[in-house]
């Protein structure tokens, strides 16, 4: 693949991870594989609660820990009050003591009641001036990425959301592993086509979608036996499960098909001739 394919096509898989499917598979597994909730999480959308009620941030990499670090979005409440990270609300809160003001000395003096402010308790630090250290007790996903994968109809019922230029991405990367040079084969040409512009309605193929038992640490992608033409099965975090399937490809008596698993408990990787 070129240089220029590689970095259009690489965009599809990096829609994924944004998927709320996707979102809710790494943090409901996240005790068991921590290192990828690590990895994913960085600069995509949480809500976080408090006593004070839910608000929106972002984990980012603290540099001190190399662990993450929660932070909120600065907004402002409909009542007039400021949500802010910590170090920043005391640095808002010195700017804005200065612009009214208050003496250095005051101003240190407020800065030492924000350190010492105990959580969840308002305190004054200057008149006119209180603060609350709203505590964190849980974060979890904001659940509003494009929806790539599934949605939910009106009815409540999960379907497959359009055709999954994601998908179709890694199923017809699976099938060239197997085909080889067979892959630049002119009846494929609608599907290269789809990547290259992004568009899942000028490819040919069609993805079922069904829910697995349970959530599972690992991936696997496997071609399916199928009596007429070629099946790829892609499974994430065991339970979410999508067939696609290419009606104009055909596959032989002789035609080799092997099953990927990557185990993410032990992040492994293996091939299995099935």
Not at 52 to 80: A, C, H, I, M, W
Not at 129 to 148: E, N, Y
Not at 197 to 202: M, P
Not at 207 to 218: D, H, N, Q, S
Request: proline letters at 6%.
């Amino acid at each position: 693949m070129c240089k220029v394919c590689n970095e259009v096509l690489g965009g599809h898989e990096a829609k994924l991870k944004k998927d709320p499917a996707v979102r809710l598979a790494i943090q409901n597994l996240n005790d068991q594989t921590p290192w990828l909730h690590k990895r994913m999480s960085p600069n995509q959308g949480f809500v976080a609660e408090s006593q004070g009620g839910t608000v929106e941030g972002f984990y980012r990499k603290d540099q001190s820990s190399g662990g993450l670090e929660f932070r909120v979005n600065t907004s402002q409440k409909p009542d007039g009050s400021l949500v802010a990270p910590t170090d920043d609300a005391r640095k808002r809160l010195s700017d804005m003591l200065r612009q009214d003001g208050f003496s250095e000395a005051g101003i240190e003096e407020a800065l030492r009641k924000f350190d010492e402010a105990p959580e969840d308790i308002r305190v004054t630090v200057a008149p006119g001036f209180d603060i609350v250290k709203w505590a964190v007790t849980r974060v979890g996903p904001k659940l509003d990425g494009r929806l790539s994968l599934v949605r939910l109809a009106p009815g409540g019922e999960e379907v497959l959301q359009g055709a999954g230029i994601s998908l179709l991405k890694v199923a017809f990367e699976y099938l060239a592993l197997h085909v080889g040079s067979e892959i630049l084969s002119p009846v494929l040409d609608p599907v290269r086509d789809a990547l290259r512009r992004n568009d899942a309605s000028l490819s040919p193929h069609r993805v079922e979608w069904k829910r697995g038992p349970r959530l599972e640490a690992f991936h696997r992608l496997v071609i399916e036996p199928a009596p007429s033409y070629i099946v790829v099965q892609i499974r994430l975090f065991g339970e979410l499960a999508y067939r696609v399937h290419f009606p104009n490809v055909r596959a032989g008596k002789k035609f080799p098909r092997f099953a990927y698993t990557h185990d993410l408990l032990q992040r492994r990787e293996r091939f299995q001739e099935v």
